[in-house]
């Protein structure tokens, strides 16, 4: 149809992306909602499927596009994915979005619909966000979940031992095969600013 785009369907990619790993990992984005006291935030990650290493991630009060594309942009500085993989959402099938892996030369890669297993590292990651840090926090207002958050995530790669990885960290593994132990990736959201009506954080923009 005129307009529409056309992106491929790997089906069953995510089962098999450990065997599929190079120096160069299927790395994909997706959405999750972080419940506050009182309303909502918008999360979306950027994790490394082979060592589950949370590449980078942004928060934001809305579901514009800038924040994913802050996500992207700072994970391309650290790696370049020769899978993205994502869903079929409107923030994944998006020119700039896609622009942005087909000019480093990524393969675009989403999620057949109904097939919930083809992400399902990812859904790991969000259960265990909420259920170790968000659910627990019970964030007040965006600035505790922004330090909740970068608290957790540096935890989550660097310090907690996962069972299927042999009980090494996330960075034991991303950054071994990455080679740069002696280098280690800040993942943290770039310079916030201060809001005038509520003093809560949103990203510099």
Known sequence: MPGQLACPVWRGLGRNASQQWDNRAPLPPYITYIRLQKGWMY?????????????????????????????????????????????????????????????????????????AMDNIFTERLWRSVKYEEVYLSDYENPRQARHGLTDYFELYNYERPHQALDYLTPADLYLTRMNLLTNPININEPTEQTLTNDNSLILCQ
């Open 43 to 115: 999360l979306v990650a950027i994790l490394d499927w082979y060592s589950r290493f949370v590449v980078s991630w942004a928060l934001d009060q809305t579901l514009d596009m800038p924040f994913v594309l802050d996500a992207v942009d700072r994970a391309l500085r650290q790696v370049t994915p020769a899978i993205i993989n994502s869903d079929q959402g409107s923030h994944f099938t998006s020119p700039q979005y896609l622009d942005r892996f087909l000019a480093v030369g990524s393969q675009i890669s989403m999620d057949g619909r109904g097939r």
